[in-house]
């Protein structure tokens, strides 16, 4: 039977957002370990037996794709969190976390003061550092390295099981519950072991800001991304069609933004118009961006696929016949959410 390898972290299991800071409130996190549990429970009920955690040291690939000024932030406030946040600031049950208040507002201004840099490095009120979420992210990152290097040594497919997210991470911003972007630091490690070209095909709900601001001006890495539109769906910034690409990145980004309600066969028209795209381009590896909060009990989500739409859209990449590897990035559904990565996975090795 064939299989399809699996990266996952028992790091991931210690990262527990308590909060995200929705219009002023304290919100359950949506971003929640259960997601993990769902999955992993899913790939074994399903036969998908083989499941490995890794001990891939990413951090190289993590340096060419992000700032060090911003992993140092990230790092610092990660470790050093017991003094950074008082007793006095944590409410009973609360666990110490990191949230942004004031935000710089052009990009050229500086920001010393401690309070100040957060709003430099973090772009919303979603996304908290909380103790070792440095860690845990490096870890959510070697996963997708763990992959990229089983498809330089030929396979066919793999399954990064990454957590945190990583799609909304840019060069030097954390946000949209991601710290470091895993694909995008798979697509360097791809790119290392001497691709010529690497393309992207994010599927997640949300527009990925942060691997098309990582590769806008570059020309090696194509970005193709199905997304609610922007005037619906975070990050509200980003996803239009016009945007492009810059400089030699010119023509080597397509958003796909797409209206609420969106169901099945109307999506999978932009699904083959996004993969004709990659197709085009004849890259030596495809990375996927692999969000199921486009599923219609998504609680954040905004679009009406069904689960057996995955099973059809892994076909679909499948038949591109290009070494992929897929990186998980959101959704929320738990009760679903592991039924909808393996009719996935499922459909990648056309079951
Ligand atoms: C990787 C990924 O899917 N990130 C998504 C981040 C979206 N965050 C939006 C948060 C919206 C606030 N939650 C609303 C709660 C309403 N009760
Ligand atoms: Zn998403």
């Known amino acids: 039977m064939a299989e399809i390898p699996v990266f ?6 210690r990262h527990k957002p308590q ?3 929705f219009r002023g409130q304290k919100e359950p996190h949506a971003e929640t370990v259960e997601r993990v549990s769902s999955i992993l429970e899913a790939l074994r009920n399903s036969g998908f037996a083989n499941i490995n955690t890794t001990s891939v040291n990413g951090l190289p690939w993590v340096e060419q794709v992000h700032d060090s000024a911003y992993l140092n932030f990230l790092k610092k406030n990660s470790s050093d969190i017991d003094k950074i946040v008082g007793d006095n600031e944590l409410a009973p049950g609360e666990e ?3 949230y942004p208040s004031a935000f710089p507002y052009n990009s050229s201004l500086r920001a010393t003061n401690p309070i100040a840099e957060r709003g430099r490095y973090m772009f919303d009120t979603y996304t908290p550092i909380m103790s070792g979420t440095y860690d845990v992210a490096l870890e959510s990152a070697a996963c997708a390295v763990a992959g990229a290097e ?3 040594q030929g396979a066919p497919l793999a399954y990064a099981l990454s957590r945190p997210p990583g799609h909304h991470a840019d060069k030097d911003k954390m946000g949209g519950y991601c710290y470091i972007n895993n694909v995008a630091v798979a697509v360097e490690h791809l790119k290392g072991s001497g691709a010529e070209r690497v393309a992207v095909f994010d599927f997640d709900l949300h527009h990925g800001n942060g691997t098309q601001g990582i590769f806008y001006d570059r020309s090696d890495v194509l970005y ?5 539109s922007p005037e619906i ?3 509200f910034f980003t996803g239009y069609d016009d945007e492009r690409g810059d400089g030699k990145g010119a023509g080597a980004n397509h958003n796909f933004p797409l209206p609420e309600g969106i169901s099945d066969d109307e999506y999978d028209k932009y699904v ?3 993969l004709g795209l990659v197709a085009d381009f004849k890259p030596d590896f495809l990375v996927v961006s692999a969000g199921f909060d486009t599923h219609r009990d998504d609680p954040i989500g905004a679009f009406n696929l069904t689960t057996n739409y995955y099973q059809q859209l892994g076909r679909a990449i499948r038949d591109l016949k290009i070494p992929a590897l897929s990186v998980q ?5 738990t009760k679903v959410l592991g039924t909808n990565v393996t009719a996935y996975l499922d459909g990648l090795l056309n079951r």
């Open 8 to 13: 996952y972290s028992e790091a991931s299991l």
């Open 19 to 21: 909060f995200e800071i």
């Open 96 to 98: 110490r976390a990191i």
């Open 150 to 152: 089983l498809l330089e």
């Open 224 to 228: 193709t991304s199905l997304h609610a």
């Open 233 to 235: 769906k975070f990050p």
């Open 272 to 274: 083959k118009k996004a």
């Open 329 to 333: 990035e959101g959704g929320y559904a």
